[in-house]
């Protein structure tokens, strides 16, 4: 594009003859481009700044466990784990791109984990579904959202994110001693059922507001409840062994917090240095590149991991 062309267009957005639509499919086709010539050429200039933001959503860091971690978590950590719950609006269009966004200005590489094995769980607590159709919808439901998502992720650098199922720790040889030993806990410390069964209580009432169950039942609900959060500890146990122990997460699971923040004793030592990010997601208007930004908004490359 010469110099003409390039005062065409930008004529253009300023007389409003450019949609918002249009301009998010600019901005977005403009980055990956010099994206590409950047990796191309082996460039490691940052990206210019773009002076329109189009609508979306605003991602903010609400809490840090243990807190001493937020102020060096960018200096100390250049990987994170995105957990992402299936069937969440929070993982779905411009909030999944925002999370995307948030997740790419501030590490260099990101792990998307797909709690597919898990949502089995889900199914068979909201939709009474017996374990091996559970099994097969889940996997589904984690195929079709990895399908689904695949154009969000493509409008970023290649070797930031990478996807993945979390059935494909089923086999890592510290899943189960972990998860064995989160049972253990469990059994012996007080605070640490306390813990669980209060996310257990919470989840069930989550996935079954609003309907009428019976006691008996709704105990066995619970029950299933309290094994996701129990298998859940024994996958990232298993990550956080292979370093990958930065959790991000939009919402707050107060035992994952707790167990960062070194109140139980007795966790498995893989949680030693665990790190749990629970964001927030608000909405929020066009922004221009001369306005007061704070730091926990989307911003491009140059800014990674000084936010």
């Not at 909030?95 to 790419?104: A, P, Q, T």
């Not at 889900?122 to 091996?132: H, K």
């Not at 806990?185 to 169950?213: C, E, H, K």
């Amino acid at each position: 594009m010469n110099d003409m062309q390039l005062d065409e267009v930008l004529a253009e957005i300023k007389q409003g003859d450019v949609s918002l639509d249009e301009l998010s499919d600019f901005y977005r086709r403009l980055k990956k481009i010099v994206l590409n010539r950047r990796k191309a050429l082996a460039v490691k200039a940052p990206i210019p700044e773009v002076l329109l933001r189009r609508t979306a959503f605003k991602v903010k860091l609400s809490k840090v466990a243990p807190p001493e971690a937020r102020e060096r978590l960018h200096r100390d950590h250049e990987r994170c784990v995105l957990a992402v719950s299936l069937e969440t609006d929070k993982f779905e269009g411009e909030k999944l791109e925002s999370l995307l966004g948030w997740i790419d200005s501030r590490f260099e590489r990101c792990l998307v984990v797909v709690a597919d094995s898990l949502y089995r769980l889900t199914l068979q607590m909201t939709d009474d579904v017996p374990a091996d159709e559970a099994v097969s919808g889940a996997r589904e439901k984690a195929q079709a959202w990895v399908e689904d998502s695949q154009p969000l992720f493509d409008r970023f650098d290649d070797s930031r994110f990478r996807v993945s199922f979390i059935s494909e720790l089923e086999d890592h040889p510290r899943r189960i001693p972990v998860e064995k030993a989160v049972r253990r806990l469990y059994d012996r410390d007080r605070a640490f059922r306390q813990s669980v069964n209060l996310f257990a209580r919470t989840y069930t009432s989550r996935m079954l507001a609003g309907r009428d169950i019976d006691p008996e039942a709704l105990e066995a609900k619970m029950r299933i409840g309290r094994e996701y959060l129990i298998q859940e500890m024994g996958y990232f146990g298993a990550l956080a062994g292979e370093k990958w122990g930065v959790i991000c997460y939009p919402g707050n699971v107060n035992t994952f917090v707790d167990v960062a923040n070194g109140r139980f004793d007795g966790v498995p030592s893989v949680f030693k240095n665990l790190v749990y990010c629970a964001l927030s997601i608000k909405k929020r208007g066009i922004r221009f590149q001369d306005e007061p930004e704070d730091d926990e908004v989307f911003r491009p490359a140059q800014g990674r991991r000084r936010a």
